[in-house]
């Protein structure tokens, strides 16, 4: 079992930045590839961004290409996401989830999820 816990959500202005944080405690977290997805009121669950398990290739969604940075630190048990350039469209519940082996950009193929931080974006 992987317990994973969100953090770092909040209320932003239009153009400003933010970094979510994703805890894992339980398996060894190296074993694991993360990701990051989020579900908007009204929308289904989309893929956001993912990594590796030693944080050597990640890849994104073209909606946030170029504005969103994942990362991981292995020692601490953490993933990130930095979120720059903040567009209201990027309104939603941000989830974290791991998944044993090659990491994978549909929301079916994860394990683990967490609880969500909740993402507002001001216009």
């Known amino acids: 079992q992987v317990q994973l816990v969100e953090s770092g959500g909040g209320l932003v202005q239009h153009g400003g930045s933010l970094r979510l944080s994703c805890a894992a405690s339980g398996r060894s977290f190296s074993n694991y590839a993360m990701g990051w997805f989020r579900q908007a009121p009204g929308k289904e669950r989309e893929f956001v961004a993912t990594?590796?398990?030693?944080?050597?290739?990640?890849y994104y969604a073209d909606s946030v290409k170029g504005r969103f940075t994942i990362s991981r630190d292995n020692a601490k048990n953490t993933v990130y996401l930095q979120i720059d350039s903040l567009k209201p469209e990027d309104t939603a519940v941000y989830y974290c989830?791991?998944?044993?082996?090659?990491?994978?950009?549909?929301?079916?193929?994860?394990?683990?999820w967490g609880q969500g931080t909740q993402v507002t974006v001001s216009s």
């Open positions: 989830a791991a998944i044993e082996g090659a990491y994978s950009i549909y929301a079916g193929n994860y394990d683990y």
């Open positions: 990594i590796s398990w030693n944080g050597g290739s990640t």
